[in-house]
């Protein structure tokens, strides 16, 4: 039990969809993030939250949107993406951002 | 730039001792750290050590630390095949703001 928890773990949809991930904490922390993992390349950081603040943003795409209601709650909003945005989109969290992160088990993404 | 580099594959005999190697740039780093990825799961901690440390031993989990040559790695004492899977190496730079950088993963293969 990682105490942080992702909906749903798999998810299909075409590009013309809008979908959401979400990632929800129960560790107490407050700061989260989402990471993209492909094949064959470093985990990728899309989006780090403190205090519901975004405070990193590396260039993502539009198409990706995060939202951060509040400290226990991640969403990633999807909307109309590219079949190479297929893959895992992790959700972390940490107390603090400088902290060691604790993950959840992820969503496989197939944009076909 | 930061980068944090590992081999993609090692293979070893159950029963034999596996060591996992993590190189990085920056010398910034504060914590580095070990994450294991199973199949269809998220990343979980494995253990970590701070900058000031050379070693640290954790049950089966020895990681080493060699600063001048920046060079972490991972030696899991008698391997067994519930230990393949995939290794993450992770650092913390601390110098302006916090940064996690994660290595590509190395696939450990344990053969019985």
């Known amino acids: 039990e990682t105490g942080v928890t992702q909906t749903p773990r798999h998810l299909v949809m075409g590009m013309t969809n809008k979908k959401s991930l979400k990632c929800e904490q129960h560790?107490?922390?407050?700061?989260m993030y989402w990471y993209k993992q492909s094949a064959k390349k470093p985990l990728e950081l899309m989006f780090v939250y403190s205090l519901e603040e975004r405070v990193e943003n590396n260039s993502v795409p539009s198409r990706f949107s995060p939202e951060c209601p509040n400290s226990s709650h991640l969403f990633l909003h999807l909307h109309t993406l590219q079949p190479e945005d297929s893959a895992l989109y992790l959700c972390?969290?940490?107390?603090?951002?400088?902290?060691?992160?604790?993950f959840g088990p992820g969503t496989r993404l197939t944009v076909l | 730039g930061e980068d944090v580099e590992q081999s993609l594959f090692l293979s070893v005999r159950e029963g034999d001792s596996s060591v996992i190697n993590c190189t990085y740039t920056d010398s910034s780093s504060t914590y580095l750290y070990w994450y294991k990825q199973e199949p269809g799961a998220g990343l979980q901690l494995l253990t970590y050590i701070f900058s000031n440390m050379d070693m640290k031993q954790d049950q089966r989990l020895t990681v080493l630390l060699n600063k001048k040559d920046k060079h972490l790695s991972l030696r899991i004492a008698d391997t067994q095949t519930g230990d393949s899977a995939i290794y993450f190496c992770?650092?913390?730079?601390?110098?302006?703001?916090?940064?996690?950088?994660f290595g590509t993963g190395t696939r450990l293969k344990v053969l019985a």
């Open positions: 972390a969290s940490s107390r603090g951002s400088g902290n060691e992160q604790f």
């Open positions: 560790l107490g922390h407050n700061a």
């Open positions: 992770a650092v913390l730079i601390t110098s302006g703001t916090y940064k996690y950088i």
